[in-house]
């Protein structure tokens, strides 16, 4: 099976940095994505991992473990436009597995 | 470039009554669509993969005589709620993918509210 976890909700102020963090555990791994949702709409895609390392992309960083089943995504110079769900998936195989999400609140 | 669209983006209908949704892929052949579900403030549940040509492969749970799928082309696939009933009221997103692509591009989302 597989069990991916992140945390249900955070909240950070404008301009600040803030890290999101995601746990999975899984058979056959095969790369992990981030995806950003605002209410109502489709997910969008922000970054995907599938070595171990950071991946940087303008205020967007994430990070992959394979070792640990860990990742986080790192956001800069937060904007109140960043406030949305951050979805962790997991590819195994052809498929996505999603995380619960994150609902980021940033605040003035 | 790799957009996709769903058609519509909102629908009511009647409990016992059909209703499809269609999901295409505007500039790119997409190999592979995938249907979700999202309820409120949860996660997407991957409900079935469709490939071309093919049949659906339906994920744990997913009844697959509620749930059509019908993928007849590269760059259309539909998904009818057969029977529906209020629980199926959800936010259904289909995504497609390339042959050999990592990514998979998201469609805008379907509202389908069943009164």
């Known amino acids: 099976g597989q069990n991916i976890d992140q945390p249900t909700e955070m909240t950070a102020t404008e301009g600040a940095i803030v890290q999101i963090n995601c746990t999975y555990q899984?058979?056959?791994?095969?790369?992990l994505f981030w995806y950003q949702q605002h209410a109502g709409e489709a997910p969008t895609f922000l970054s995907y991992n599938v070595l171990d390392g950071l991946e940087e992309k303008g205020r967007f960083s994430s990070f992959l473990s394979r070792s640990k089943g860990y990742s986080y995504l790192l956001l800069k110079e937060l904007q109140m436009k960043d406030s949305a769900s951050y979805l962790c998936a997991v590819r195994k195989g052809g498929k996505l597995i999603f995380g619960q999400g994150t609902e980021l609140s940033v605040k003035p | 470039g790799a957009v996709v669209s769903q058609h519509p983006s909102r629908v009511i209908c009647k409990s016992g009554t059909s209703v499809k949704i269609e999901c295409r892929s505007l500039d790119f052949q997409a190999t592979t669509m995938f249907w979700y579900r999202q309820f409120p403030k949860q996660s997407l549940m991957l409900m079935a993969t469709?490939?071309?040509?093919?049949?659906?492969?339906?994920e744990q749970g997913v009844e697959k005589d509620k749930f059509l799928i019908n993928h007849a082309s590269l760059t259309l696939s539909t998904l009818t709620v057969t029977s529906a009933h209020p629980e199926d009221s959800s936010f259904y997103i289909c995504s497609a993918r390339t042959s050999g692509g990592n990514e998979q591009y998201f469609g805008p989302g379907t509202r389908l509210t069943v009164t």
């Open positions: 469709s490939n071309e040509g093919s049949k659906a492969t339906y």
């Open positions: 899984t058979s056959g791994f095969n790369g």
